[in-house]
């Protein structure tokens, strides 16, 4: 089958020139902040900006609560930290090839890498953020288990994610230059469509029975589930079994687009 011939090849030229995904992750990281005063931390400028226009709005404002009494800011936060993730890196992906043109006409650089680079790069704020979520669960009281670990479970299912469709959105974009424009609005629809700021428990059965079909909200959830929850609890094996279908059918397709549009980037760009 050639889509899984694609998807093994792609993979396999990943995992040859890891050391040059890792270099060039680390200079993507030094172009976007080196040279500022603020450094890596205006990595956390912008969520943290977010989370206090939304704290203000809705847990001062509305007086929200997250569900069973969490605190609000924990509970967004929490869903938060996932998406900002997933949105950054794949917008930061979608444009990896045509912003790298020069690399790209190179007959010898494995274009297959670009992705993965701002994925890797996307890596480091996201500790940051990470550590932002930790120090509110220490405020909250927390309990701060081993078993908490397993986020990193909905951190690799996010990784495949965003390789699926990042490769796709990558390889489409050096032909419709629209994609990348489009993916904003995709985004923010995409964003309002998760349980971010909303519970799935304030959603009627039939309408929350659609959920399971939204990739990020089995991730969301996940990251919840695992570090907030008093007790680290494991997603459904059907939401499971859904998600894992539909992503590794979206790596493949990924794969095979990016495989047979290859060979023409160079005369594209």
């Not at 495949?160 to 959105?169: D, E």
């Amino acid at each position: 089958m050639p889509g899984k011939f694609t998807t093994g090849q792609l993979l396999r030229t990943v995992s040859r020139h890891r050391a040059l995904v890792l270099a060039l992750a680390m200079r993507d990281l030094q172009a976007r902040y080196v040279g500022t005063l603020g450094g890596l931390l205006w990595a956390l400028a912008h969520p943290l900006a977010v989370v206090v226009v939304f704290y203000l709005v809705f847990a001062v404002g509305f007086r929200s609560q997250g569900p069973a009494d969490t605190p609000f800011i924990l509970w967004f936060v929490a869903g938060l930290v996932p998406w900002f993730f997933f949105s950054d890196a794949l917008q930061a992906i979608t444009f990896s090839v045509t912003r790298n043109s020069h690399l790209v006409k190179k007959t010898i650089f494995p274009t297959e890498i670009l992705p993965l680079v701002h994925l890797v790069s996307g890596l480091i704020p996201h500790v940051f953020f990470l550590a932002v979520l930790t120090a509110l669960m220490l405020f909250f009281h927390v309990p701060l288990l081993a078993e908490r670990l397993l986020f990193l479970y909905f951190l690799l299912c996010m990784g495949v994610l965003l390789l699926g469709l990042g490769w796709l959105l990558a390889a489409l974009q050096v032909f419709y230059r629209d994609i990348g424009q489009a993916l904003t609005i995709v985004l923010n629809l995409w964003f309002w469509s998760t349980p971010i700021v909303w519970s799935a428990e304030i959603m009627p059965p039939s309408i929350a029975s659609w959920l399971v079909y939204n990739p990020m909200f089995y991730i969301v959830n996940g990251y919840r589930d695992t570090l907030i929850a008093q007790t680290v609890t494991w997603p459904p094996l059907d939401q499971t079994l859904v998600f894992w279908a539909g992503n590794l059918l979206l790596l493949g397709l990924g794969c095979l687009i990016f495989h047979r549009l290859k060979p023409e980037f160079a005369d594209a760009l």
